[in-house]
């Protein structure tokens, strides 16, 4: 699986956007991207994935570029409640789907 | 839809003793995987199994780690004779199959403290 790579930490003002990047410079055709948080120790929390259009739901959008080696996550409201730790993981379904965490990027929402 | 359920959510043992920690996966899905987190880490995949069958063990330790997901109740993950080094949070994922657009949904894990 590629691998990623992500600013260890952001700030965000609450009511504001939140531009989450993440660098996937070595992912193949095949490997989507995925994106979860974990809030606080809590068990991780799903967010969005893609292969290569851009995607959205409830929770935020997923922005990948052209040529697949970035992305970027962003959450068009953010809110108190988004402070946790993002993480963008590449993943190739053949791989048993086993994912590989990096680190993430610690996003503290501030009022 | 229940979640993903672990239990215990937070479990104390003595070195040398066992520690069985249960995974109940979403209905509906029968893959099941176990990562484990260390304080101020992000997670490691351990094992990865479907009903009966362990499918990738590849992060899971050789010795004193086992993991099972029998045909019917919950997935066990397994630690005889503990260590302080086994003090983690232990979580537990589900999906319903290996396609490319299913994503895995995790409990809220179980804290295993060793004293």
């Known amino acids: 699986d590629a691998k990623t790579t992500q600013p260890p930490s952001m700030d965000c003002a609450e009511g504001r956007a939140a531009n989450l990047p993440c660098n996937h410079s070595?992912?193949?055709?095949?490997?989507?991207v995925y994106w979860y948080r974990q809030i606080h120790s809590q068990g991780p929390q799903y967010i969005i994935h893609?292969?290569?259009?851009?995607e959205t739901n409830e929770m935020a959008s997923l922005i990948i570029t052209e040529d697949r080696k970035s992305s970027t996550l962003i959450l068009p409201h953010a809110t108190l409640r988004d402070t946790a730790v993002y993480y963008c993981?590449?993943?190739?379904?053949?791989?048993?789907?086993?994912?590989?965490w990096g680190l993430g990027t610690s996003l503290a929402v501030n009022p | 839809n229940a979640g993903v359920m672990q239990n215990p959510r937070h479990l104390v043992r003595r070195r040398g003793q066992e520690a069985r920690l249960r995974c109940s996966p979403m209905?509906?899905?029968?893959?099941v995987y176990w990562y484990r987190q260390l304080p101020e880490e992000g997670l490691k995949f351990m094992v990865y199994?479907?009903?009966?069958?362990?499918?990738?063990e590849s992060g899971m330790p050789k010795e004193r780690f086992s993991a099972e997901f029998p045909k019917e109740g919950p997935s066990i993950l397994r630690i005889q004779q503990v260590v302080r080094g086994d003090s983690a949070a232990y979580f537990c994922?589900?999906?319903?199959?290996?396609?490319?657009?299913?994503?895995?949904?995790f409990g809220q894990g179980t804290r295993l403290t060793v004293v």
């Open positions: 994922a589900s999906s319903p199959r290996t396609g490319d657009n299913t994503e895995a949904f």
């Open positions: 209905k509906g899905h029968s893959h």
């Open positions: 199994l479907q009903k009966e069958n362990i499918i990738d």
């Open positions: 070595t992912i193949s055709g095949n490997e989507y």
């Open positions: 893609g292969l290569k259009n851009n």
């Open positions: 993981i590449v993943l190739n379904a053949g791989n048993n789907r086993k994912l590989i």
